[in-house]
């Protein structure tokens, strides 16, 4: 049963973490991001404080707490507001993803840039994984029109990513995990619900596709997946998430063929294949490459 249970986390928290672009297409319709990111925000910290009551949470120095709560700003709010704005303002859930899923290869790349050390495998990963991205996103053209902004964003997610791990990396690579989101929570939440007060209306539509979309974002998206995250660490399988994540882009456009019958062709498909070669390609035996997760 326990060989069983070990075999399953892995799978189950890239499974998880997928349905993050899927909830943010099922929300937007119907509220504006920094205001479901502040309430998604908010119910994850209420969360936090309740399970700290049963889990012994180890939290870091002053000065930790300072370049966590920066690396938090780049990792939570940076990406996660430039992936809900270019899904509200019409780019797809699977498209976004893939994007977005060039982080481990821009992430291995840049550290191996500054390092001096770009080897020719990684600059082949490098071209096979944006030739794939472009594969996608001309297809993606000829069935809707998707608006300009809505790359800027997504792309701007994707460097907010890459740069919050790099900087996470080299100033806090260690802490304990529930200190750390709650760190990083709460001053996303702090910046969300500025942006709401001054840039968004603040209204948001208390359907059951907002409801649904922000109970699953607390409970299975954020404090599920750290959980998992935490088991997986505990015991020694930090590397397999590293592999898995590059399954995240095709579980997701699968999803959102399924959920919302967004298009899914060869071209797309092979795209896909494209930009995952790559990934594999630039992180290949880079054993101290961090994959750094977002909730």
Known sequence: MKLKLDNVIAPLFVLIWSTG??????AMPYVEPATFLFWRFTGVIMAMIAFS??????????????????????LQFGYLIGVWWAVRLGMTAGLVAIIVGLQPLLTAWFAAWVSEKVTPRQWLGLGFGFMGVALV?????????????????????????TFGTLYQKKFCPVFDLRAGSSIQFGVSAVVCFACMYFFESGVMIWNVPVITALLWAIFPLSIGSISLLFMMIRKGAATKVTSLLYLTPPTTAVMAWIFFNEPFT???GIGLGLTMTGVVLVNA????????IPE
């Open 53 to 74: 009551l049963v889990w012994k949470i180890n939290w870091p120095t002053r000065s930790q707490i300072k370049h966590i709560a920066i690396a938090g700003l780049m």
């Open 137 to 161: 996103v001309a297809e993606k053209l000829g069935f809707a029109h998707i608006p300009f902004a809505s790359y800027v964003l997504a792309f701007g997610a994707l460097l907010s990513i």
């Open 285 to 292: 035996r880079q054993s101290n490459a961090l994959a750094t």
């Open 266 to 268: 060869l071209m797309m």
């Open 21 to 26: 672009f899927i909830i943010a297409r099922l």
